[in-house]
């Protein structure tokens, strides 16, 4: 792992195009997918209850904190001690469902249009994690969070690492081509369903683990 610090890219792109097109585009996407959304919440409504959204504070542009929302994949069940039970237990048929299509995702939409996340970026990670990061790998937060930012060359292993390096090459890098390619990708792994969502047996960040197995999954 190399020290060298990475530079931003600033062009006319990353500084006004890039936000531009999130406005447009996640604008688009919520009116277009306003059916969609009013189905997810009746389906919700039955199999989750209420609230209908989760959210969690995560760390955005410069480490600045924002919460995130998702649809409900689990339920609140506690066991006899009041306690939540493990999340496999509380994970429903409609919640891997929702999960393996991304589904449980777009709320985000509206973080996107708002400002917090764009539309491709690092993912927001946990809040609990910003201490642990070396300083090279703080700088994936330089730029906006977003839904994700997908290795564009197949890769044999997806560890901490490889994550935060490919944000790295990202913030480097970043260019309309480069965030329509991305794009293409997530949206084909939505379409065929990503199975490694529906299992919530990622392993947590603790600043020594970088090269043990990191699964996108929150």
């Known amino acids: ?3 060298k610090m990475p530079k931003v890219r600033k062009t006319i792109y990353t500084m006004a195009v890039k936000r531009i097109l999130d406005v447009i585009l996640s604008g688009m996407a919520i009116v ?6 009013f189905i997810l919440v009746i389906l919700e409504l039955c199999f989750h209850g209420r609230p209908i959204l989760y959210s969690q504070e995560r760390p955005g542009l410069h480490g600045k904190i924002f919460k995130i929302y998702k649809f409900r ?3 609140d069940e506690k066991d006899m001690n009041g306690r939540l039970l493990q999340s496999e237990d509380r994970l429903t048929p409609f919640g891997r469902f929702i999960r393996r299509f991304s589904l449980d995702e777009l709320p985000e939409l509206f973080c996107i249009f708002t400002g917090k996340m764009s539309i491709i970026g690092p993912r927001p990670l946990l809040v ?4 642990l990061y070396t300083k090279r790998h703080m700088m994936r937060h330089e ?3 977003g839904f994700a930012c997908v290795p564009l060359k197949p890769v044999k292993t997806w560890c901490w690492n490889d994550q935060f390096e490919n944000d790295i090459w990202y913030i480097e890098n970043c260019s309309f081509l480069v965030d329509a390619k991305m794009i293409f990708a997530v949206l084909r792994e939505a379409a065929s369903g990503a199975k490694y969502r529906v299992d919530d047996t990622r392993t947590e960040f603790n600043g020594k683990n970088l090269y043990i197995d990191a699964k996108e999954n929150v």
Do not use: A, G, Q
């Open 73 to 75: 994949s689990m339920t």
């Open 143 to 145: 730029v906006r969070p």
């Open 128 to 131: 609990k994690y910003l201490p």
């Open 1 to 3: 792992m190399t020290d």
């Open 32 to 37: 277009i997918l306003c059916p969609l959304f």
